[in-house]
């Protein structure tokens, strides 16, 4: 599966984002989807998935109430609906398919073979 991650950009804290990860070649509803994020000089970090049934999500404690996963089977595309902006939140943002699915491996990027490009968020204060 090759991956395509877009919506990134500038925005003022307490702002929203959407961003965007197209997925194209084997169905993405076979896989686990995932979010990380890196910011400079600090390691990948789990930042949300979405399980195969495009149900069930898992997010970190760092986002959780302000972000939001969602999938779009027919369109085999993969959101992150980011609220309440925070300046911490400033990374490259990588979206991730994975063939895992327990909870350990999905929140470790190390649980993914599939990666998309990344990108850039950037939350001014």
């Known amino acids: 599966v090759q991956l395509q991650a877009s919506g990134g950009g500038l925005v003022q804290a307490g702002g929203s984002l959407r961003l965007s990860c197209a997925a194209s070649?084997?169905?993405?509803?076979?896989?686990?989807m995932g979010w990380f994020r890196q910011a400079p000089g600090k390691e990948r970090e789990f930042v949300g998935a979405?399980?195969?049934?495009?149900?069930?999500?898992t997010y970190a404690d760092s986002v959780k109430g302000r972000f939001t996963i969602s999938s779009d089977n027919a369109k085999n595309t993969l959101y992150l609906q980011m609220n309440s902006l925070k300046p911490e939140d400033t990374a490259v943002y990588y979206c991730a398919a994975s063939t895992a699915v327990i909870l350990s491996n999905i929140r470790h990027h190390s649980g993914y073979a599939y990666w998309g490009q990344g990108t850039l968020v950037t939350v001014s204060s």
């Open positions: 070649g084997r169905a993405f509803r076979t896989y686990t």
């Open positions: 979405i399980w195969r049934s495009g149900v069930s999500t």
